[in-house]
């Protein structure tokens, strides 16, 4: 018994002060706490280190970029890649510099384009001998689910520190499996989450949108599982890039940026033509709204959708023979192959789905949206 008011509260004190620490007893002090219990108000706020790029990217996090094909989603993850490599602010935010590390898993050709026409709009001329930024190519197709701890490992190998960025472009060239699958995109989950947790790094996925151009292609899971995700349009002049964020856990979505791709000259091929790439330049243009875009009919529209897919799942480039009559550096499919897709879309009998795949292809390429030669069909980016 307690003599006092005064002595009852010390004694109460003392008793919710034993009660909120977990017991020590004898079995819990032998065995190795795996999972260890943090005390809430143990746990600083974290002030220093929060981001990459203020407002845009986390600097420990998983985040999804994605767009329609053709929309200048590469180019713009390159270009914010490049843009902490380099430690330079983006579009007025401060950035984190670190090194990065691109899986170019599309379109590998045209990298060392890209970088020379980066370097020559944002590193001054005057400069002779440019510093050689950390930013390191990985120009090949990765099995990411069955090979996330040999790049993990093969990074450490050949990097002295680790990266602060890595880019995985796309999730559809980096996934061997299906993208509306739950269990393969659970596992590609998990391997992109690997890579974070091993450099403590922001990994960042570049992904297409689907038949439905308001939201990213595959399944619902992966939207659920990522700390941002930013979406890329492209007004129907083809020039001006639009990037927005959608969702961020830990900070405000309030990030909207317009670009506008610049051809630049890097060099001289072999025949004396001029080698050109894009560099992605901020500007206060506003892309039109779509409304100003003639509108297709729904057949069309989900034909065009049909053949978006085939490229961005089956696309290969141009056959030999076709140098001259196909642009340069496009992807296509086989026109059975286009139309396999989009069979598989529509709704109806067979025979209403031949006669759309009969006129819709004649229309599409008067309209400038797709271009054809013999049996390869490609978009043109209208």
Not at 69 to 76: A, E, I, N, R
Not at 295 to 309: I, V, Y
Request: glycine share 6%; proline share 5%.
């Amino acid at each position: 018994m307690t003599d006092s008011p005064d002595e009852f509260l010390m004694a109460a004190g003392q008793v919710m002060a034993m009660s909120s620490k977990p017991a020590a007893n004898a079995e819990t002090q032998r065995r190795k706490v795996t999972f260890r219990l943090i005390l809430l108000d143990d746990i600083a706020v974290k002030a220093e280190g929060r981001y990459l790029v203020k407002g845009v990217l986390p600097s420990e996090g998983l985040v999804l970029l994605w767009g329609a094909p053709k929309t200048g989603k590469s180019f713009w993850a390159t270009d914010i890649a490049l843009h902490i490599a380099a430690g330079f602010k983006y579009r007025g935010r401060r950035t984190r510099q670190g090194s990065v590390v691109y899986i170019f898993a599309e379109g590998a050709s045209g990298i060392g384009a890209r970088r020379e026409a980066w370097q020559r709009h944002y590193i001054p001329n005057t400069l002779s001998e440019p510093a050689k930024l950390p930013f390191y190519a990985l120009p090949v197709r990765v099995d990411l689910i069955n090979q996330y701890q040999v790049l993990i490992d093969d990074i450490r190998a050949q990097m002295s520190e680790f990266p602060a960025l890595v880019v995985i472009d796309t999730l559809n060239r980096t996934l061997v499996g299906s993208e509306s699958n739950d269990e393969d995109m659970a596992d590609y989950i998990r391997a992109a989450d690997a890579i974070k947790d091993a450099f403590k790094c922001c990994t960042m996925v570049v992904h297409h949108s689907g038949i439905d151009a308001n939201r990213y292609r595959g399944h619902s899971s992966l939207g659920g599982a990522v700390d941002a995700q930013i979406a890329i349009k492209r007004n129907r002049d083809e020039n001006i890039v639009s990037a927005k964020t959608e969702q961020m856990k830990e900070g405000p979505e309030d990030f909207e940026s317009n670009s506008r791709l610049e051809v630049i000259e890097v060099d001289i091929d072999e025949d004396g033509d001029p080698i050109t790439s894009c560099v992605v330049v901020a500007t206060d243009e506003t892309p039109r709204p779509d409304e100003d875009a003639p509108r297709l009919s729904a057949k069309d529209q989900l034909a065009l959708n049909a053949l978006r897919t085939a490229i961005a799942e089956a696309g290969m480039p141009p056959p030999s023979a076709a140098i001259n009559h196909v642009p340069a550096g496009v992807r296509g499919v086989p026109f059975e192959l286009w139309r396999k897709y989009a069979y598989d879309l529509a709704t109806g009998t067979q025979d209403s789905k031949k006669k759309m795949m009969q006129r819709t292809p004649e229309r599409l390429q008067l309209a400038g949206h797709i271009g054809t030669w013999q049996d390869f069909t490609w978009i043109t980016g209208r």
